[in-house]
């Protein structure tokens, strides 16, 4: 358990449970495969790494420690059931996976309403606005305005020196893909993309600062600010 509950009051924080060790971050960019998500799984079960399964990717990933996601709208829609025609999933099937998802579930402050009460919530390190950086505060995110960056800061404050990027592509595919999923019944606006790429560079040094190495094992990302490998080299 890396998420704890503050006495009395609505917000959590994290606990250095996952000190030195290795965090995938599997985010929702069109690069991700299901190939990576069982050789990840094999890590996993032999305890070689951690993970964190950002929105959908709890449909196929459903072993992750954790599963997060910054939008109220996104938790209400899938408790609800949301049909996933590219994982042959109908919408109750998907609700199944949702309600039966075993590990912690963390959402941040500020993204429309705030989470159910069985959500962990962490603060918005600068409510109400965005921001860039890394939040080395227990209970509070910065949020990249993106959830890949909020999902690594997190992994970050849980004691984590090495993160791996999964579905962290920073762009749409060459055929316009934006989701391995399929996309969200919200369209990523354009503009968007150089918001995401701008975050990661500039929490740059302040991981390198924190000790925290980055792998991007994306393939095709757009995001430059780390070394770029193969998910077996990230992995060893």
């Not at 199944?96 to 918005?124: M, V, W, Y």
Request: with cysteine.
């Amino acid at each position: 358990m890396i998420l704890r509950r503050l006495p009395d009051s609505r917000f959590s924080e994290v606990l250095p449970g996952w000190r030195g060790e290795t965090v995938v971050i599997f985010g929702g960019g069109p690069s991700l495969t299901m190939d990576q998500v069982e050789k990840v799984r094999e890590a996993h079960q032999r305890g070689r790494c951690r993970g964190i399964a950002i929105n959908d990717a709890y449909l196929v990933a459903p072993w992750a420690d954790v599963l997060y996601a910054a939008d109220r709208l996104w938790w209400l829609a899938h408790a609800a059931g949301v049909a996933k025609p590219l994982l042959g999933l109908s919408a109750d099937q998907a609700r199944e996976r949702f309600s039966a998802f075993p590990g912690e579930r963390c959402s941040i402050q500020g993204t429309g309403k705030n989470a159910d009460e069985p959500i962990h919530l962490l603060r918005n390190r600068d409510h109400p606005c965005y921001s860039v950086g890394l939040s080395l505060d227990p209970g509070a995110l910065v949020t990249g305005r993106h959830g890949g960056w909020q999902a690594l800061n997190l992994a970050v404050l849980a004691g984590a020196k090495v993160g791996i990027l999964l579905g962290i592509d920073g762009r749409p595919s060459p055929e316009g893909k934006t989701h391995w999923h399929g996309g969200h019944a919200r369209a990523t606006p354009a503009a968007s993309y150089g918001q995401y790429r701008q975050a990661w560079s500039a929490g740059e040094d302040a991981l390198k600062a924190a000790g925290v190495s980055v792998l991007n094992a994306s393939p095709g990302s757009a995001i430059e600010s780390f070394p770029k490998v193969n998910l077996a080299e990230a992995l060893a």
